[in-house]
């Protein structure tokens, strides 16, 4: 089992930056994973934006490409994001995922989730 918590989320101003993070327990579980972070808004379906696997190769959805960055350091178990250039469509509740040994975007191959924190941009 491994348990996901996220911090960092806030409110910022268009243009802005903030920085997510997400500490990964590893209760009888391995280390080698993918992780992700995953967003959704009020209405719309929660959408894969960014995976790393344990070697730290990294893929993006084209909305946040050369904006967010996604990293991890695996001797702390824990999972970034930093979110710069932030307009009001980045606003959502942020999801840390863990599982898979292949970086994906698709929801249905995490196993593991955090409770979310929420980002809101203002104009």
């Known amino acids: 089992q491994v348990q996901l918590r996220e911090s960092g989320g806030g409110s910022v101003q268009a243009g802005g930056s903030l920085s997510l993070s997400c500490t990964a327990s590893?209760?009888?579980?391995?280390?080698?994973?993918?992780m992700a972070w995953f967003r959704q808004s009020p209405g719309n379906e929660r959408e894969g934006i960014a995976t790393?696997?344990?070697?730290?190769?990294?893929r993006y959805r084209d909305s946040v490409k050369g904006r967010f960055t996604i990293s991890r350091d695996n001797t702390k178990n824990t999972l970034f994001l930093q979110m710069n250039v932030l307009t009001p469509e980045d606003s959502a509740m942020y999801y840390c995922?863990?599982?898979?040994?292949?970086?994906?975007?698709?929801?249905?191959?995490?196993?593991?989730w955090g409770q979310g924190t929420q980002v809101t941009v203002s104009s």
């Open positions: 590893k209760i009888g579980g391995s280390s080698n994973i993918c």
């Open positions: 790393i696997d344990i070697d730290g190769s990294a």
């Open positions: 995922a863990a599982g898979g040994w292949e970086p994906s975007l698709a929801e249905q191959d995490f196993d593991y």
